[in-house]
């Protein structure tokens, strides 16, 4: 469930639990919509396997193991920081979740293979320093720990021998390296990985903060060709007080000027944003900010969250927006995102663009992480084609 660092950590999961008859729900925790998914999909995973072993992990089960190891589908809850252990496997423990924010490290166990995708998601980062007022989250993955360069480098090197593209994913991926000796830059580590891993060929960035791209990041953004023209920026809102009162770091009019910078440095960077509809206090000026800020920063990968109030959070607990409110301003930014989105993807009409193919073979995505089908093709290949028209949204080659 969620987000690439799960998919990542996923497969790690899998590698740990070959030919045990288990099956393993990975939650999340970012929206009580994204925690009643992961009660649904239990409620169907036991349906379809009545005989099976059934294990909660993940940021939902960390926050709150003892609601999920009352259901009555469910056997063991196992903890984000234990998730990744052999150990934590063989323990009989029904619930074994320990204190995340005494974690110190990441990544004990790294996926050794991603044989069932395109691309391999590599966790270079885990949890998160900040406290943003909306956020459950760094209850769920701890403070922010990094994975050391060399560690990092070796699982590239031997992914890149079968994977043409490797995505770096974190929770607060920007935030890499302070508590690593010399404290690296991400920067630093993109850098390091372009120039030990040279066969690799493709390299995407999950999401970014943009108050945390220096300048070494933004030249690679913007100069290096193998790191791929896709920003997909934490942004959540385009009103200066909604983001205060988020405790964002940000402005909107840095938000603004950062990616018109990217823009003019490299024109065909495709930017992505997270986006909140109805946060606490919001008012229509507010939102149409928010609404103006697609534009404004050229959105065409548009992540759009209704605000969902997170028990424990300073949000929840601030003057909240109706429900049918919130529901129809995530409807009206999710209307002029697609809108946009269409007008970008008509642009492309006529461009080439370089193809990882995907599953089942004829589909795949281009550098800007548009999606594109094409004639069957190997999948891992990468391949150029030419974009003839849209179908359904999607880009045909």
Not at 64 to 81: K, L, Q
Not at 209 to 226: K, M, N, S, Y
Not at 358 to 379: I, Q, S
Request: aromatic share 4%; with cysteine.
């Amino acid at each position: 469930m969620g987000c690439r660092l799960n998919l990542a950590e996923g497969e790690s999961i899998r590698a740990l639990l070959t030919g045990r008859d288990t099956i393993v729900v990975n939650s999340c925790a970012v929206t009580n919509e994204a925690v009643k998914q992961t009660r649904q999909a239990i409620r169907r995973a036991r349906r379809e396997s009545p005989g099976a072993e059934l294990v909660v992990t993940g940021c939902a089960a960390q926050i709150d193991p003892a609601g999920f190891a009352a259901m009555p589908e469910v056997n063991r809850v196992i903890g984000n920081a234990e998730k990744l252990r052999p150990e934590a496997w063989e323990a009989y423990d029904r619930v074994l979740v320990q204190d995340i924010m005494a974690v110190r490290e990441t990544a004990p166990h790294l996926a050794a293979s991603f044989s069932t995708h395109a691309r391999a998601f590599v966790e270079v980062q885990n949890g998160c320093d900040h406290r943003c007022t909306f956020c459950a989250i760094p209850h769920g993955r701890g403070n922010s720990r990094s994975v050391p360069a060399g560690a990092v480098i070796d699982r590239i090197a031997a992914l890149a021998e079968s994977h043409a593209e490797i995505v770096l994913t974190g929770v607060d991926l920007t935030s890499y390296g302070p508590d690593l000796p010399g404290s690296p830059s991400l920067g630093q580590l993109v850098e390091r990985i372009l120039t030990h891993v040279p066969q690799l060929r493709r390299l995407r960035l999950s999401s970014l903060d943009g108050v945390e791209i220096d300048d070494r990041l933004f030249a690679l953004l913007t100069q290096e060709p193998r790191l791929q023209p896709h920003v997909h920026l934490s942004l959540q809102a385009g009103d200066d007080m909604v983001l205060k009162r988020m405790k964002r770091r940000h402005s909107r009019a840095e938000s603004v000027a950062l990616v018109q910078r990217l823009k003019a440095a490299r024109p065909d960077v495709a930017i992505g944003a997270d986006l909140i509809a109805g946060f606490p206090t919001e008012d229509a000026a507010m939102f149409a900010n928010t609404l103006a800020l697609i534009e404004d920063c050229d959105v065409v990968h548009p992540h759009i969250f209704p605000y969902s109030p997170r028990a424990g959070t300073p949000a929840a607990r601030m003057p909240q927006v109706a429900p049918a409110i919130v529901k129809a301003r995530a409807a009206r930014l999710r209307e002029a995102a697609a809108a946009h989105r269409s007008r970008w993807l008509q642009s492309l009409i006529g461009s080439k663009q370089q193809i990882l193919v995907e599953r089942p073979g004829d589909r795949g995505h281009a550098g800007n992480f548009a999606e594109v089908r094409l004639a069957p093709a190997r999948v891992g290949d990468i391949v150029t084609v030419t974009i003839k028209a849209i179908e359904d949204g999607k880009l045909i080659a």
